[in-house]
């Protein structure tokens, strides 16, 4: 089943020439409504007739994070307060939050987006789903929420909170159908398995994001749950979870590019990345009304492919995420990614998914910790399986990231577990 049909299976040039229009569109509204945008365009001396066709965005200037927070709350709005319907921000590590306006039409766009995705996991109007993201300022509960809603689906607004409950509802609903972040339904997998339930439970999709999971522990859920997995990403400076989704093939995600046009660029010079090459994910939003943003840097790392997928839809699809330039650790002028060690503990089998990397420096020496949980059998076992096993975790763990890496096993369950985005990182040089 496919949504929207028209939009989802437009030829590339039809897409081209309405993405095109739409630029235009945009980039004339944001320059007589934003003064940001106006600013900008003027230092580089671009009026809104220079943008008459998509391959024109290379001319246009790019927008950063700090771009937003300079603005708070509401200084790049493009339309007047009282056309906006909703607001959502979100937590910042360091400084400001993010604030996001939308107008009713943005909250419709968005709930569109999302429905296309939902159908393209394999969901309909008889499916029953939990949406387990937190319901609030973040973008994940309500997005997903609308979306479903929008679908037809009988949606049950879980947010976060008592695992137990949500496996006993998942149970008594009869739930088809469950959106969290993967690490989430990780836990909620170990509860179910706790509960006896997994035999009781009719769940059969599970829609994840809004952090960077590997193939190994999707399909890690697939087969411990008997259900198919999928990704979905957004972003809320765009919209939220709805940007792009992986369909059935699972050969990427679909990006909703008639709505949120996507760039891979050189995260350090910034030029244009060519299709299949890793660079940073940049976003124009082309029809949004009340926070539009041009060309916006999302520090995820990714690559684009354009050619057609075989479940019909011409919607390009970016990999799956290989983390953000921010996300990044350099350990001892290595460049680390939590990915990379969570694809090698995968890959091993003999642990769960469940780790902590703890970076220190000692002696002006980085050094890296990874706490990994494995099965009980290893702590009843002799002291030596226990100690072949960190051996072994550390070659693995040194070959995939080519510096030296202490292991340290840890009992089941005894890593703190998250409902929203895990923890997987203690930096402690950035505490000093
Ligand atoms: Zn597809």
Not at 330 to 353: C, D, H, K, W, Y
Request: proline residues 4%; aromatic residues 6%; hydrophobic residues 35%.
């Amino acid at each position: 089943m496919i949504w929207n049909e028209s939009r989802e299976c437009m030829s590339r040039d039809e897409m081209m020439t309405m993405q095109g229009k739409r630029l235009a569109k945009q980039v004339n509204n944001v320059y007589h409504n934003v003064e940001f945008y106006r600013k900008k365009m003027q230092q580089l001396g671009i009026e809104p007739g220079d943008i008459t066709r998509i391959e024109d965005i290379s001319k246009l200037p790019y927008t950063t994070k700090d771009d937003l927070r300079d603005n708070y709350p509401f200084g790049l709005l493009a339309v007047p307060q009282s056309q906006i319907v909703r607001v959502h921000a979100s937590s910042g590590t360091t400084g400001k939050a993010t604030v996001v306006s939308y107008t009713r039409k943005d909250i419709e766009v968005w709930s569109e987006c999302v429905t296309r995705e939902l159908v393209m996991c394999g969901l309909g109007i008889d499916d029953v789903i939990q949406v387990a993201y937190g319901y609030g300022l973040f973008t994940g509960g309500l997005g997903l929420h609308y979306g479903a809603e929008n679908l037809g689906c009988t949606t049950v607004p879980m947010s976060t909170g008592n695992t137990k409950r949500l496996v006993t509802m998942m149970e008594d609903f009869g739930a088809t159908a469950i959106a969290c972040t993967p690490s989430y339904l990780l836990h909620i997998g170990e509860v179910i398995e706790e509960m006896n339930a997994l035999d009781r439970i009719k769940l059969k999709v599970a829609i994840c994001g809004a952090e960077p999971w590997t193939e190994t522990m999707r399909l890690q859920i697939e087969e411990k749950l008997h259900i198919h997995a999928h990704d979905i990403y957004g972003l809320s400076e765009i919209c939220g979870p709805g940007v792009a989704a992986d369909c059935i093939y699972h050969k990427g995600l679909h990006v909703q590019e008639d709505h949120y046009y996507p760039e891979i660029v050189s995260p350090d010079t910034l030029n244009p990345i060519a299709d299949g090459e890793v660079g940073e994910l940049v976003f124009t939003t082309l029809t949004k009304e009340g926070m539009p943003l041009i060309r916006y840097r999302t520090k995820d790392l990714t690559s684009i492919d354009r050619t057609p997928c075989e479940c019909g839809r011409t919607l390009p699809r970016i990999s799956r995420f290989k983390g953000r330039t921010d996300d990044m650790l350099i350990i001892r002028g290595v460049n680390v990614f939590p990915s990379q060690v969570e694809a090698a503990l995968l890959e091993m089998g003999e642990v769960t998914p469940h780790y902590l990397m703890i970076v220190d420096r000692v002696n002006n020496l980085d050094t890296l910790e990874v706490q990994v949980e494995v099965e009980e059998r290893f702590f009843s076992d002799e002291v030596k399986e226990l100690e072949n096993l960190t051996k072994k975790i550390s070659a693995v763990l040194q070959s995939a990231l080519q510096i030296a890496v202490k292991v340290k096993l840890v009992e089941p369950r005894s890593l703190e577990r998250s409902m929203g985005k895990a923890v997987r990182v203690i930096d402690k040089r950035k505490l000093v």
